[in-house]
Protein backbone atom coordinates (compact mmCIF):
# COMPACT_ATOMS: atom_id res chain seq x y z
CA UNK A 1 0.00 0.00 0.00
CA UNK A 2 1.65 3.73 -0.95
CA UNK A 3 1.91 5.86 1.84
CA UNK A 4 3.04 9.12 1.50
CA UNK A 5 5.13 11.36 3.85
CA UNK A 6 5.21 15.29 3.79
CA UNK A 7 8.66 17.08 5.16
CA UNK A 8 10.23 20.56 5.34
CA UNK A 9 10.67 23.05 7.60
CA UNK A 10 7.62 24.41 9.80
CA UNK A 11 8.79 27.87 9.90
CA UNK A 12 9.19 30.59 7.00
CA UNK A 13 9.81 33.73 7.27
CA UNK A 14 7.57 36.40 4.91
CA UNK A 15 8.71 36.99 1.19
CA UNK A 16 10.86 33.72 1.30
CA UNK A 17 10.31 30.52 -0.74
CA UNK A 18 8.89 27.56 1.10
CA UNK A 19 9.66 23.96 0.35
CA UNK A 20 8.03 20.71 1.06
CA UNK A 21 9.01 17.63 -0.23
CA UNK A 22 6.37 14.33 -0.49
CA UNK A 23 8.09 11.21 -0.09
CA UNK A 24 6.17 7.75 -1.75
CA UNK A 25 6.30 4.88 0.06
CA UNK A 26 5.09 1.60 -0.21
CA UNK A 27 5.16 2.11 -4.50
CA UNK A 28 6.64 3.76 -7.53
CA UNK A 29 5.98 7.97 -8.39
CA UNK A 30 5.84 6.67 -12.11
CA UNK A 31 2.44 6.26 -13.89
CA UNK A 32 0.39 8.35 -11.33
CA UNK A 33 -1.28 11.80 -10.64
CA UNK A 34 0.71 13.81 -7.42
CA UNK A 35 -0.88 16.46 -5.72
CA UNK A 36 -0.80 19.24 -3.48
CA UNK A 37 -3.20 20.55 -0.86
CA UNK A 38 -3.97 22.80 1.87
CA UNK A 39 -6.09 23.76 4.54
CA UNK A 40 -5.67 27.24 6.34
CA UNK A 41 -6.57 27.52 9.96
CA UNK A 42 -10.38 27.61 10.32
CA UNK A 43 -10.45 27.55 6.64
CA UNK A 44 -11.68 24.73 4.06
CA UNK A 45 -9.28 22.78 1.94
CA UNK A 46 -7.13 24.30 -1.06
CA UNK A 47 -6.07 22.75 -4.08
CA UNK A 48 -2.36 23.84 -5.06
CA UNK A 49 -1.63 22.16 -8.08
CA UNK A 50 -0.79 18.32 -9.58
CA UNK A 51 2.42 16.80 -11.40
CA UNK A 52 2.68 13.88 -13.47
CA UNK A 53 5.51 11.72 -13.13
CA UNK A 54 6.96 12.86 -16.60
CA UNK A 55 6.85 16.54 -15.35
CA UNK A 56 3.62 17.76 -16.76
CA UNK A 57 1.63 20.05 -13.86
CA UNK A 58 -0.96 22.11 -13.36
CA UNK A 59 -1.98 24.34 -10.68
CA UNK A 60 -4.57 26.30 -9.13
CA UNK A 61 -5.32 29.44 -10.94
CA UNK A 62 -4.97 31.87 -7.77
CA UNK A 63 -1.67 30.24 -6.91
CA UNK A 64 -0.20 29.53 -10.45
CA UNK A 65 2.54 32.63 -10.66
CA UNK A 66 4.03 31.15 -7.35
CA UNK A 67 3.66 27.62 -7.54
CA UNK A 68 6.54 24.93 -8.85
CA UNK A 69 5.82 21.15 -8.56
CA UNK A 70 8.42 18.70 -9.25
CA UNK A 71 9.40 14.98 -8.79
CA UNK A 72 13.02 13.37 -8.09
CA UNK A 73 12.17 10.20 -9.58
CA UNK A 74 15.14 8.45 -8.16
CA UNK A 75 14.17 9.66 -4.79
CA UNK A 76 10.35 8.63 -5.32
CA UNK A 77 9.79 11.82 -4.21
CA UNK A 78 7.56 14.74 -5.18
CA UNK A 79 8.04 19.11 -4.12
CA UNK A 80 6.45 22.09 -3.84
CA UNK A 81 7.91 25.60 -4.13
CA UNK A 82 5.82 28.50 -3.39
CA UNK A 83 7.34 31.85 -3.31
CA UNK A 84 7.25 34.82 -2.24
CA UNK A 85 4.74 33.68 1.00
CA UNK A 86 2.96 35.64 3.25
CA UNK A 87 0.60 35.02 6.60
CA UNK A 88 -2.47 34.01 4.33
CA UNK A 89 0.10 30.31 3.18
CA UNK A 90 0.05 29.85 6.32
CA UNK A 91 -1.26 26.46 6.55
CA UNK A 92 -1.30 22.69 6.75
CA UNK A 93 0.01 21.12 3.82
CA UNK A 94 -0.74 18.01 2.43
CA UNK A 95 0.35 15.52 -0.07
CA UNK A 96 -2.62 13.09 -1.94
CA UNK A 97 -2.78 11.14 -4.95
CA UNK A 98 -5.32 8.87 -6.66
CA UNK A 99 -4.03 5.38 -6.92
CA UNK A 100 -5.85 4.83 -10.04
CA UNK A 101 -3.50 4.48 -12.50
CA UNK A 102 -3.91 7.27 -14.83
CA UNK A 103 -6.43 9.05 -13.07
CA UNK A 104 -6.12 12.64 -11.13
CA UNK A 105 -8.58 13.41 -8.89
CA UNK A 106 -10.11 10.51 -6.09
CA UNK A 107 -7.36 11.39 -3.94
CA UNK A 108 -7.63 8.28 -1.96
CA UNK A 109 -4.13 8.22 -0.38
CA UNK A 110 -2.81 11.38 1.49
CA UNK A 111 0.20 12.20 3.92
CA UNK A 112 -0.56 13.16 7.62
CA UNK A 113 -0.44 16.72 6.94
CA UNK A 114 2.49 19.36 7.69
CA UNK A 115 1.85 22.53 9.86
CA UNK A 116 3.84 25.61 8.06
CA UNK A 117 3.59 28.76 9.49
CA UNK A 118 4.70 32.15 8.03
CA UNK A 119 6.28 34.76 10.24
CA UNK A 120 8.89 36.83 11.33
CA UNK B 1 -13.03 31.70 -2.80
CA UNK B 2 -14.92 28.27 -3.95
CA UNK B 3 -16.80 27.72 -6.65
CA UNK B 4 -18.82 24.81 -5.08
CA UNK B 5 -21.25 25.74 -2.71
CA UNK B 6 -22.14 23.84 0.36
CA UNK B 7 -23.95 24.32 3.76
CA UNK B 8 -21.87 26.06 6.66
CA UNK B 9 -23.82 23.17 8.97
CA UNK B 10 -25.81 20.07 8.88
CA UNK B 11 -26.91 17.88 11.81
CA UNK B 12 -28.88 15.41 13.29
CA UNK B 13 -29.48 12.76 16.18
CA UNK B 14 -27.81 9.10 15.90
CA UNK B 15 -29.91 7.09 13.15
CA UNK B 16 -31.02 9.86 11.52
CA UNK B 17 -30.17 10.35 7.72
CA UNK B 18 -28.66 13.83 6.85
CA UNK B 19 -28.23 15.09 3.35
CA UNK B 20 -25.23 17.69 2.13
CA UNK B 21 -26.04 19.70 -0.81
CA UNK B 22 -22.85 20.63 -3.58
CA UNK B 23 -23.92 23.15 -5.64
CA UNK B 24 -21.74 24.42 -8.42
CA UNK B 25 -21.96 25.34 -12.45
CA UNK B 26 -21.62 23.72 -15.95
CA UNK B 27 -17.96 24.25 -16.18
CA UNK B 28 -17.23 21.67 -12.67
CA UNK B 29 -20.25 19.44 -11.66
CA UNK B 30 -21.85 19.87 -14.88
CA UNK B 31 -19.28 18.73 -17.06
CA UNK B 32 -17.07 16.26 -14.81
CA UNK B 33 -17.59 13.84 -11.85
CA UNK B 34 -17.72 14.33 -7.99
CA UNK B 35 -16.05 13.84 -5.57
CA UNK B 36 -16.87 13.80 -1.48
CA UNK B 37 -14.12 13.88 1.14
CA UNK B 38 -14.80 13.37 5.10
CA UNK B 39 -11.98 15.66 7.21
CA UNK B 40 -11.65 14.85 11.13
CA UNK B 41 -9.56 17.43 12.95
CA UNK B 42 -6.24 16.57 12.99
CA UNK B 43 -5.95 13.59 10.48
CA UNK B 44 -5.77 13.41 6.75
CA UNK B 45 -8.86 13.40 4.81
CA UNK B 46 -10.78 10.89 3.26
CA UNK B 47 -12.17 9.72 0.24
CA UNK B 48 -16.06 8.85 1.01
CA UNK B 49 -17.33 8.38 -2.33
CA UNK B 50 -15.98 9.13 -6.04
CA UNK B 51 -17.51 9.26 -10.26
CA UNK B 52 -20.45 10.39 -8.28
CA UNK B 53 -21.94 7.99 -6.40
CA UNK B 54 -19.14 5.31 -6.02
CA UNK B 55 -17.50 4.27 -2.90
CA UNK B 56 -13.93 3.17 -2.12
CA UNK B 57 -13.57 -0.01 -0.61
CA UNK B 58 -13.56 0.40 3.07
CA UNK B 59 -16.05 2.98 2.55
CA UNK B 60 -19.54 2.09 4.86
CA UNK B 61 -22.47 2.06 3.08
CA UNK B 62 -24.11 4.45 4.77
CA UNK B 63 -22.47 7.03 2.70
CA UNK B 64 -23.67 7.51 -1.01
CA UNK B 65 -24.01 10.32 -2.98
CA UNK B 66 -25.84 11.72 -5.91
CA UNK B 67 -25.44 14.02 -8.91
CA UNK B 68 -28.11 16.08 -10.48
CA UNK B 69 -27.10 18.86 -13.38
CA UNK B 70 -25.15 21.28 -11.65
CA UNK B 71 -25.91 20.18 -7.86
CA UNK B 72 -24.44 17.00 -6.03
CA UNK B 73 -25.17 15.49 -2.89
CA UNK B 74 -24.17 13.23 0.19
CA UNK B 75 -26.44 11.39 2.11
CA UNK B 76 -25.41 10.07 5.55
CA UNK B 77 -27.80 6.97 6.49
CA UNK B 78 -27.97 6.22 10.26
CA UNK B 79 -26.23 8.82 11.12
CA UNK B 80 -23.45 7.94 13.96
CA UNK B 81 -21.52 9.92 16.57
CA UNK B 82 -18.29 8.87 14.63
CA UNK B 83 -19.47 10.76 11.41
CA UNK B 84 -19.28 14.39 13.34
CA UNK B 85 -17.00 15.84 10.76
CA UNK B 86 -16.22 18.01 8.13
CA UNK B 87 -17.69 17.35 4.83
CA UNK B 88 -15.97 18.16 1.37
CA UNK B 89 -17.02 17.78 -2.48
CA UNK B 90 -14.84 18.09 -4.98
CA UNK B 91 -14.53 17.96 -9.29
CA UNK B 92 -12.44 19.80 -11.62
CA UNK B 93 -13.32 22.78 -13.22
CA UNK B 94 -12.76 23.25 -17.46
CA UNK B 95 -12.37 26.99 -16.86
CA UNK B 96 -9.13 28.70 -16.80
CA UNK B 97 -7.48 25.84 -18.14
CA UNK B 98 -8.65 23.50 -15.71
CA UNK B 99 -7.77 23.23 -11.53
CA UNK B 100 -9.62 21.08 -9.13
CA UNK B 101 -11.84 22.78 -6.71
CA UNK B 102 -12.94 21.94 -2.64
CA UNK B 103 -16.40 23.14 -2.09
CA UNK B 104 -16.73 25.27 1.05
CA UNK B 105 -17.40 22.53 3.32
CA UNK B 106 -19.96 21.49 5.81
CA UNK B 107 -19.67 20.78 9.55
CA UNK B 108 -21.92 17.64 10.78
CA UNK B 109 -22.63 17.67 14.55
CA UNK B 110 -24.07 14.40 15.77
Known amino acids: QVQLQESGPGLVKPAETLSLTCTVS????????WSWIRQPPGKGLEWIGYLYYTGITNSNPSLKSRVTISADTSKNQFSLKLNSVTAADTAVYYC??????????????WGQGTMVTVSS | QSVLTQPPSASGTPGQRVIISCSGSSSNIGSNTVNWYQHLPGTAPKLLIYNNNQGPSGVPDRFSGSKSGTSASLAISGLQPEDEADYYCAAWDDSLNGFYVFGTGTKVTV
Open chain 1, 26 to 33: GGSIINYY
Open chain 1, 96 to 109: ATDSRDGYIDALDI
